[in-house]
Structure formats: structure tokens, C-alpha cells
């Protein structure tokens, strides 16, 4: 079993940054995919980034050019860089991981889930 833990949302004006952390326990966290996705109110859960085991990511199209996805191994830790933030970002943030590394676009092959971090993003 993986737990996964959300840290570094908070309250931020529009164009601000935000850096989200998600610390796994385990010590297979460098086999894992993993993703972040966020939900905002009214609206289904979509992915925002993923990064797989070798380091290769991909984003949604909204934040293309603003949010970076990152993975410390040794730290067994992913990041969401979060720049130029708009009002359209605030959501609540969920870290994911899957047992088999892969790009993933959606939910389903994610075995693990956090339990969020909010980011609201004031206009």
C-alpha cells in the first residue's frame, strides 16, 4: 500500500506561483507513474500532468507552458510547478500513483490516490 501526501497549495493572486509537493511512502516509489489531477466545483476530475518512471511527462493543454512536473526519487517525491496562475486554476489538486508506469491521460490506471490540496487563485 502507498500513501500519498499534499502539500503547498494555499491562496495566491492571479499570475502568481504555487509549488505542490506529493510525498509517497514505500520504497517503489521510482517504478511509479505519477499525476497530478485537479477537480474543481461542479466539474469532473481531469489530469493536469503525468511523469512516468523514466522521467517522461505530459501535460493538458490548459497549462502547456506554465506547470512543470517533476519526481526527486531519492526523496520519493513529485512536484507541480505551478506559474502564471489564472482564477481557472483553482481547484482542488490530487496526487496519483500507478503501479505500472506508463502516459496516462486519464483516472483509471492510477492505483493511488492523496487526499488534495486545495489552490484557489483570486482574481
Known amino acids: 500500500q502507498v500513501q500519498l501526501v499534499e502539500s503547498g497549495g494555499g491562496l495566491v493572486q492571479a499570475g502568481g506561483s504555487l509549488r505542490l509537493s506529493c510525498a509517497a511512502s514505500?520504497?517503489?516509489?521510482?517504478?511509479?507513474?505519477m499525476g497530478w489531477f485537479r477537480q474543481a466545483p461542479g466539474k469532473q476530475r481531469e489530469l493536469v500532468a503525468g511523469?512516468?518512471?523514466?522521467?517522461?511527462?505530459n501535460y493538458a493543454d490548459s497549462v502547456k507552458g506554465r506547470f512543470t512536473i517533476s519526481r526527486d526519487n531519492a526523496k520519493n517525491t513529485v512536484y507541480l510547478q505551478m506559474n502564471s496562475l489564472s482564477p481557472e486554476d483553482t481547484a482542488l489538486y490530487y496526487c496519483?500513483?500507478?503501479?505500472?508506469?506508463?502516459?496516462?491521460?486519464?483516472?483509471?490506471?492510477?492505483?493511488?490516490w492523496g487526499q488534495g490540496t486545495q489552490v484557489t487563485v483570486s482574481s
Open positions: 496519483a500513483a500507478a503501479r505500472q508506469s506508463g502516459t496516462y491521460y486519464y483516472e483509471v490506471p492510477y492505483d493511488y
Open positions: 514505500g520504497r517503489t516509489f521510482s517504478s511509479y507513474a
Open positions: 511523469i512516468t518512471s523514466g522521467g517522461g511527462t
